[in-house]
C-alpha cells in the first residue's frame, strides 16, 4: 500500500531542523548560526532530482547555510521564514503545478502537522514528535540529520523502479 502512494510522487517537500540537521542551532563566537548537513541525504535529494522529481524545502528558519545547501544540491524551490506551512504549501502547488495528492512532506515537529495533514504523503523521521509520528504514512528508522532524507529517498526511488538505473547510470 504504502509503495503505491510512494509511486505517485512528483514533489517531495523538506523541513529543516530536525529533518536536514539534528535539530540543533549552533552559534559561533560572531552570532552567525551555523549548520550540519548529512552528505548522504544530498545524494538521496540529488538521485531524487535525478529521476525527475520536484524536491523543495519549506522551513520556518531563515539561515545563509541553508540557501549554501540549496544552492550546492540544485534545490530552487525554498520557502524559509515560513510561519503558516499550509499556506506555504498551496503557493508551491500553484508554482509547480502539482497536486497535494502527488505530494509528500517529512517532518518532526508540531509546526509541520499542517501541512502533513494536506499532502498525499506524510512522513516523519525517527526521532520525530509522536503526534508527527501519528500522522505520517512512513516513518523512517534514521534521526533526523543522521540520514532519514536518504533513507526516504532509497524507498521512493526503489518503490518507482527507478533505483537499479540511477545506480548504473550515475554510479558505472
Not at 505530494?103 to 501541512?115: E, K, N, Q, R, Y
Not at 533526523?144 to 529517498?153: K, W
Request: glycine share 10%; charged share 25%.
Amino acid at each position: 500500500m504504502i509503495d503505491t502512494r510512494l509511486k505517485q510522487i512528483s514533489l517531495i517537500l523538506l523541513d529543516v531542523d530536525g529533518v536536514l540537521t539534528t535539530g540543533q542551532v549552533i552559534y559561533n563566537d560572531a552570532g552567525q548560526e551555523t549548520k550540519v548537513f548529512n552528505v548522504r541525504d544530498g545524494l538521496g535529494i540529488r538521485m531524487l532530482m535525478e529521476a525527475g522529481l520536484q524536491v523543495g524545502i519549506v522551513t520556518g528558519r531563515r539561515s545563509m547555510a541553508l540557501v549554501h545547501r540549496c544552492r550546492n544540491l540544485g534545490i530552487h524551490l525554498l520557502k524559509d521564514g515560513v510561519r503558516d506551512k499550509a499556506a506555504a504549501l498551496e503557493s508551491i502547488l500553484k508554482e509547480t503545478g502539482v497536486t497535494a495528492a502527488h505530494t509528500a512532506f517529512v517532518g518532526d515537529d508540531l509546526p509541520d502537522l499542517p501541512i502533513m495533514r494536506r499532502v498525499g504523503v506524510p512522513m516523519a523521521v525517527g526521532d520525530a514528535h509522536d503526534q508527527v509520528k501519528q500522522v505520517a504514512v512512513l516513518t523512517t528508522r534514521a534521526r533526523g540529520g543522521c540520514g532519514a532524507v536518504r533513507e526516504i529517498s532509497e524507498r521512493i526511488l526503489k518503490a518507482r523502479g527507478d533505483w537499479e538505473m540511477l545506480i548504473h547510470r550515475l554510479f558505472p
